[in-house]
């Protein structure tokens, strides 16, 4: 079935580089998405990436797929303490008629000064 | 700032009641999905409704149904309400089928069942 796991939590000192892993078991994905979330917030879409590129980059957001492994990854150039908050990576394709996002459980990112 | 407006904000119910959740989405978005996420976890897909008609669903059973309105607002309602419905629930609207990152998300509905 489909399914995305990523780690619960990273914690990065501010200014540092910070990576998010995530991996995806569905080949058939045609998108990978990275979501924020801030507390009480809904989601907000950081970027996106197609199943066939390797890698985007977007300002301070570096996304790479590998989909021999199925492995997608955010880096986050010069965290600052605004990038605290929980990114998930998700993936959707073309289930019978309707375009579901199938999301991961959020990785926590917190910012040590 | 997010074109997609859900409400009520928060709502407490007991259990066996039932619950309609609101959204409002953007104009001219005529693809409205629900999703729930518990807490702690990701998002988890609930149904999707195009042009009025439900055009997809998740894994869940038939007490949660769904209306989509031509004004582009919707309904999520949940019959016979369990413990485990308390969640956050997202309404999320986009034009056509909404892939390429066309989704936008409200700030959601947060549900307390008692």
């Known amino acids: 079935g489909e399914d995305v796991e990523q780690s619960l939590f990273l914690s990065v000192r501010e200014g540092d580089s910070s990576v998010i892993n995530c991996t995806y078991t569905d080949s058939s994905s045609t998108y990978l998405y990275w979501y924020k979330q801030e507390p009480g917030a809904g989601l907000q879409l950081l970027t996106y990436?197609?199943?066939?590129?390797d890698m985007k980059q977007d300002q301070r957001l570096t996304v790479l797929l590998n989909k021999k492994d199925k492995h997608l990854s955010l880096r986050i150039a010069d965290t600052q303490t605004g990038d605290s908050a929980i990114y998930f990576c998700?993936?959707?394709?073309?289930?019978?008629?309707?375009?579901?996002?199938?999301f991961g459980s959020g990785t926590r990112l917190s910012i040590r000064p | 700032e997010t074109g997609v407006t859900q409400s009520p904000t928060h709502l407490i119910k007991t259990r066996g009641q039932q619950v309609t959740l609101r959204c409002s989405s953007q104009?001219?978005?005529?693809?409205v999905s629900w999703y729930q996420q518990a807490l702690g976890q990701g998002p988890q897909f609930i149904f999707q409704y195009y042009r009025e008609e439900e055009n997809g669903r998740g894994n869940f059973p038939p007490r949660f149904s769904g209306l989509q309105f031509p004004n582009y607002s919707s309904e999520l309602n949940v019959n016979a309400l369990e413990l485990d419905d308390s969640a956050l629930y997202l309404c999320a609207s986009s034009r056509t089928g909404g892939e390429v990152g066309g989704y936008t998300f409200g700030s959601g509905t947060r549900l307390t069942v008692v």
């Open positions: 990436i197609f199943s066939n590129m």
């Open positions: 998700a993936e959707s394709g073309r289930y019978s008629s309707a375009s579901k996002i199938i």
């Open positions: 104009s001219g978005h005529n693809t």
